[in-house]
């Protein structure tokens, strides 16, 4: 996995994803992510889903949970 392709994708994918490849196990992800350990599983497959389709972060319908990203749609939120 490349850093530059992990620059499109949400902070939490990323940070979930970079914290696997390094070895951590789901339940230090899910308390460095603030989210219940069972959920981190899922947060990884649509991590790498999102990884392979080479998709922008917001076109698979999902939130960004990153207040500092930018919307899909250019919305100011």
Request: charged share 30%.
């Amino acid at each position: 996995m490349e850093p530059s392709d992990l620059d499109d994708l949400p902070r939490a994918y990323r940070i979930g994803l970079r914290l696997q490849e390094l070895g951590a196990d789901e339940d230090l992800i899910g308390e460095c992510l603030g989210i219940d350990p069972a959920g981190v599983s899922t947060l990884i497959d649509i991590g790498r889903q999102k990884l392979a389709a080479g998709q922008p972060s917001g076109q698979l319908g999902l939130a960004d949970s990153d207040p500092d990203s930018p919307s899909p749609e250019g919305d100011p939120r």
